[in-house]
């Protein structure tokens, strides 16, 4: 599956890095194997609006998505994660691989505001293999837009 998130990423012509660094059981791993902070470790969640209708929240490593911020942002009383299988159908990705570029449709893509200005990793359609991109310019490429839509990860 690499090869369709990569030609897709190549053919936006966006300036990229690909990293192959194997497996990792964690965020910290996988900033660690990626040579980033934590933040820039970008988790690309699947979120379903309705029936055949997702789109991507890009959250940073340290945050998670806040609902009410989310469904205020859409305009909408019920957004939902979907099961591993069908974010799979949706996207053409399994979890922990998922990236907005080569996904099976265009879904629409909403980036946490934190991550302006910053070089962000994202998943590359495969375990063990990310992206480095600017994120401005890849939002933009994937006609997406930034919103505040995360809060800190909770304490554990």
Do not use: Q
């Amino acid at each position: 599956m690499t090869g369709s998130a990569l030609d897709a990423l190549a053919s936006t012509g966006l300036d990229h890095r690909v990293i192959r660094h194997g497996p990792v059981r964690s965020l910290a791993e996988a900033a660690a194997a990626r040579g980033v902070e934590i933040p820039d470790v970008v988790k690309t969640i699947v979120v379903r609006r309705g029936d055949d209708d997702f789109l991507f929240v890009l959250v940073p490593g340290d945050r998670v998505i806040s609902w009410p911020k989310l469904r205020a942002l859409l305009g909408v009383s019920r957004l939902s994660m979907p099961d591993a299988n069908e974010a799979k159908a949706a996207t053409g990705y399994e979890r922990g691989t998922i990236t907005p570029y080569g996904s099976l449709k265009p879904w629409p893509v909403i980036a946490d505001e934190r991550l302006r200005g910053r070089e962000i990793t994202l998943g590359a359609g495969e375990h063990g293999v990310a992206v480095a991109v600017d994120a401005e310019a890849s939002v933009a490429g994937l006609d997406g837009t930034f919103a505040d839509v995360t809060d800190p990860e909770p304490a554990r």
